[in-house]
């Protein structure tokens, strides 16, 4: 049986369990363009959660144990944004993600009064793709285009989208 999940504010208490996280959250992305990692990565995870940690973030927890995080916030309008969303790799697939979206969807219905919950996902982040199609997340709002400052572009992938063609 599983535990409940759960989405706890942030708690300076909480700095511990998610350094690790937010590390791993990154290293994560980082692979997904065969980029090597950084050198210090709970340093820059312990940077980048001084910036969160008035914005939205919470704790996900199974039980009382907790296994991955979820940041929310407007954007401005009425919309909000699921930021980011991680579990440990050791409970996925047990649906907890799929929870978390719930809570995130409730949240921001009840408390903060949106009308529609977004999220942008890496173009190769299939699996979190999926997980999101499949709960609803329809309709394609915004596009996010990058231009490669350095004039080196990762992405190799021609993805054909609305008559032209884009690198993922």
């Known amino acids: 049986m599983n535990k409940p999940t759960g989405l706890v504010p942030y708690r300076d208490d909480f700095r511990g369990a998610l350094l690790p996280m937010i590390a791993d959250f990154f290293d994560f992305h980082r692979g997904l363009l ?71 969807e409730a949240y ?6 949106a009308p529609a919950l977004c999220v942008e996902v890496v173009s190769r982040n299939l699996d979190a793709m999926r997980l999101y199609r ?10 996010t285009l990058r231009k490669e400052l350095d004039g080196e572009n990762p992405r190799q992938t021609p993805t054909p989208f609305q008559g032209m063609e884009f690198f993922t």
């Open 34 to 104: 065969d980029k090597a990692p950084e050198e210090d990565l709970l340093g820059d995870a312990a940077q980048v959660l001084e910036e969160w940690r008035d914005q939205g973030l919470a704790l996900v927890t199974e039980g009382d144990t907790p296994v991955g995080f979820a940041r929310m916030a407007p954007r401005g309008g009425p919309v909000v944004w699921l930021e980011d969303l991680y579990v440990l790799p050791a409970y996925r697939g047990r649906g907890i993600a799929t929870r978390a979206v719930t809570l995130c």
């Open 108 to 113: 921001a219905r009840e408390v903060l009064e």
């Open 134 to 143: 499949g709960l609803g997340f329809d309709s394609i709002s915004m596009i």
